[in-house]
Structure formats: structure tokens, C-alpha cells
């Protein structure tokens, strides 16, 4: 995708036809996702629905994060991409960490995994928020550590914890449907959040400035917030 993007970058006429397309894109995904998500999805309903809304903001947010990273240190620190690749690395070992500790962690009803949904949202707004902060005031390749182990962390602590209480809310017989739903969730979440932020980093990109990576991030620390309130709902509710 960023190699196309470039590609881009040096071809202005072609920009005009990529816009429409996505937005063509965009306006057919909108229109057949709802009927293939549970009812409510776009609504965030309690329950089941928020459960998949928020794998899907998640996926968005990681992926569309991660993505910029190496770029970054590439185009405006001039880092090899050894180095770069070392400090993505450390996303992996947060998720890693995070799906330990969920996995010990003591939930027994599905109110107590929604706030390890809420803490990992959490953990992955802080994490996506610090990458525009240390980018903005040029800090050294070491700081990123600390946002990239986050952001896996967040990842790690939300994603798996997803898992089961799909399992816990969806009837027995609906398993298969539901883990479906949730599957989707995770594909269109991931193509949507790189696609978006591709476009709008395509948009906004000057060279030897770091606002389209800094604004990329920002919106993406806006949208892991949401997932906050996302994760939050997947408590069912007490009337149902």
C-alpha cells in the first residue's frame, strides 16, 4: 500500500481517479456490511454487536498505526530499516504480554472481560497517542518503544478477550454465524484503517514535514477512545 502510495505521490493526475475509486469502494462496503454484521452493529448495541464493532475499530486502529511507523523512520529520521523493524517488533511482544496477562486474569461473567476490553482500548489510545507526540517534537528512535509495547499491549489485553465473550454472548447455535461476523470484523477494520489513513497521509504528506504522520495518528488516538465507549457495551444489559 505505501509503495503504491509514493507511486502516487509522483503521478498528480492519477490521484483524482484513486479518490473516486475509494469512495466508490466506501459507499459498496457501507451498503453490504450492515447485512452481514448482527443487527445493531452501527448502533452500539449492547451485547454481541459492540463486541464485533469493537474488534473491528481495533484492527483499524492497530493496523492503520503500525503501518506509518517504519515509514516514518525511514522518510524523516533516515533510520535503517533494520532498526525500524526492531521497534515494530515490539508491538508483537506487547500483544504477547497482553494476551498472558488477559489469559490470567480472573473474569468470570462477561462484565469483568468488557473492562479488559476497556483496558486494552485504553492501553492502545495512550500508545497510538504517543507515537504523534514523539513524532511532533522529534524525539530519539528509543522513546517509540514505549507507544509501540502499548499499542501491542492494548491489542493483546482487547483482542483475545473479544474472542470469548463472543463465545459467552452468542447462542450455541449461533457460534458459527457470530465467529464469522467477527472474522469480517477483523478483515474490514484492518482494510478500512489502512485505507483511510493512506488516504488521508496521501493527501496531507509534504516532504520534510511530519504533520500527515502526527495527523494520522491523532485521528487514529480518536478513534481507540471510541473504542473505549465500544468496549463498555459489550456488558449486555442487565434488562435483557
Avoid at 144 to 155: H, I, N, Q, R, T
Avoid at 182 to 204: K, M, R, W
Avoid at 213 to 240: D, E, Q
Wanted: charged fraction near 10%; include cysteine.
Amino acid at each position: 500500500a505505501i509503495a503504491v502510495l509514493l507511486w502516487l505521490r509522483d503521478h498528480r493526475t492519477l490521484r483524482r481517479y484513486t479518490f473516486l475509486a475509494g469512495a466508490a469502494g466506501l459507499v459498496a462496503l457501507a451498503a453490504a456490511a450492515p447485512r452481514m454484521l448482527p443487527a445493531g452493529t452501527f448502533r452500539l448495541a449492547r451485547g454481541l454487536p459492540s463486541v464485533v464493532l469493537s474488534r473491528g475499530l481495533l484492527n483499524g486502529v492497530f493496523n492503520g498505526a503500525i503501518l506509518f511507523v517504519p515509514l516514518m523512520f525511514a522518510e524523516e529520521r533516515g533510520v535503517s530499516l533494520t532498526v525500524a523493524g526492531l521497534v515494530l517488533a515490539l508491538a508483537s511482544l506487547g500483544w504477547s504480554l497482553g494476551s498472558w496477562l488477559q489469559g490470567r486474569f480472573r473474569a468470570s461473567t462477561p462484565a469483568d472481560r468488557s473492562r479488559l476490553v476497556v483496558l486494552g482500548s485504553a492501553s492502545i489510545s495512550v500508545g497510538v497517542a504517543g507515537l504523534a507526540v514523539l513524532t511532533a517534537i522529534a524525539s530519539p528512535v528509543w522513546a517509540f518503544a514505549v507507544p509501540m509495547v502499548l499499542c501491542g499491549l492494548g491489542m493483546g489485553t482487547a483482542s483475545t478477550t473479544l474472542s470469548v465473550l463472543l463465545l459467552d454472548l452468542a447462542p450455541e447455535r449461533e457460534h458459527g454465524r457470530a465467529s464469522a461476523a467477527l472474522l469480517l470484523a477483523d478483515v474490514l477494520g484492518s482494510v478500512v484503517g489502512i485505507a483511510l489513513c493512506t488516504l488521508a497521509y496521501g493527501l496531507a504528506y509534504r516532504p520534510g514535514e511530519v504533520g500527515a504522520f502526527v495527523g494520522n495518528w491523532v485521528g487514529l488516538t480518536v478513534v481507540a477512545a471510541f473504542a473505549v465507549l465500544t468496549g463498555a457495551r459489550c456488558r449486555p444489559s442487565t434488562n435483557a
